[in-house]
DNA sequence: GAAGACCTGCTA
DNA sequence: TAGCAGGTCTTC
């Protein structure tokens, strides 16, 4: 699944692969709804013969500056990836003006290309984004003060802070050893510095690792050449459940947070009575 | 705040 | 063959 980490390292293999500067020449969609709400006419014309002059990123949008003043943003989701060579599954294809093309690949179809020309409107729905300095503690101790939600449930809205996803937000919850079920606004201020510093150690390994690929290629993240990512070595809780926790050897629990499966360890991440209680309250 | 919808390949 | 996986939007 492309979170911060996979989609970085996406935007940093297609810059390294030359697509700054490319014009798009024409283009092949074979999966429509991808691109609403404009219709596959409305979508080609708009972006033939446009030239891209940036690939960027805030959060999991890939942001595609164009010469056009419009800019294309492209949301992964699940099963999300660019490569240029094809397969089975590409949704769309971008033919290039030096003559490569690059396909986008989505097994699932669940990902989103936007062709806007305010991309302010939806970008600014998100909050900072996880590496930059705009995510910093204030503001992370400020965003959680208000929020009873589960701490698991907040770390994941990307209204809050942009970026992660199911695997690194059980990563770094584990890192700061905190129960995924904590109420936001009851964590210490040393759990929250905890959090804090977890969540951009996680994602900064994850970037260095360049993405974390845990199934098969079909509906796992691979990058622009179709390699796995080496995080996997380097993940501690996220799909470990009944392994024994790398801290402390007691085997990893699941549970369900947020309608989403959760791994930690019930003796590193133990929620205090008196948060609890309020959760019960909350719940 | 929670559940359903969108999807399809994989697993039990 | 049913159920699971998961990011985000929509609906309740």
Redesign the pocket.
């Known amino acids: ?1 492309p ?1 911060l980490p996979e989609v970085e390292t996406i935007v940093q293999q297609l810059r390294a692969q030359g697509l700054e500067g490319q014009t798009i020449c024409s283009i092949d969609v074979h999966w429509a ?1 991808i691109i609403a709400p404009l219709s596959d006419k409305q979508f080609k014309h708009q972006l033939c013969n446009v030239s891209i002059t940036q690939v960027g990123r805030n ?2 949008w890939m942001i595609f500056s164009l010469d056009s003043n419009q800019t294309l943003l492209v ?1 992964l ?2 099963a999300g990836s660019f490569s240029f060579s094809p397969s089975l599954y590409d949704r769309i294809v971008l033919h290039l003006s030096d003559k490569r093309s690059l396909y986008y690949r989505d ?4 990902g989103r290309w936007k062709l806007v020309d305010h991309p302010e409107e939806i970008l600014d729905k998100l909050g900072p984004d996880a590496l930059t300095s705009h995510f910093s503690q204030s503001y992370f101790g400020t965003a959680l003060s208000s ?3 589960k701490i698991k ?1 907040l770390i ?1 809205d ?1 209204s809050c802070v942009a970026g992660l ?3 690194y937000a059980d990563e770094a919850l584990w890192e700061a050893k905190i129960h995924p079920c904590h109420p936001a606004n009851t964590l210490t201020d040393s759990q929250i510095k905890a959090l804090f510093h977890a969540i951009k150690k996680v994602l900064k390994l994850g970037v260095k690792n360049r993405g974390t690929s845990l ?2 290629g ?2 796992n993240y691979r990058d622009l050449d179709g390699i796995s990512g080496n995080n996997r070595g380097a993940v501690k809780a996220y799909g470990r459940a009944g392994q024994h926790c790398n801290r402390c050897q007691t085997p990893l629990e699941k549970i369900t947070v ?4 959760t791994t930690f360890c019930s003796h590193c991440q133990k929620i205090d009575v008196a948060a609890s209680t309020d959760s019960q309250k ?2």
């Open positions: 699944m979170e709804p959060g999991k949301h989701r699940m097994t699932r179809k669940f929020r009873k939600r449930a994941l990307q996803g199911n695997i199934g098969d079909k509906t947020a309608q989403r499966g909350i719940s």
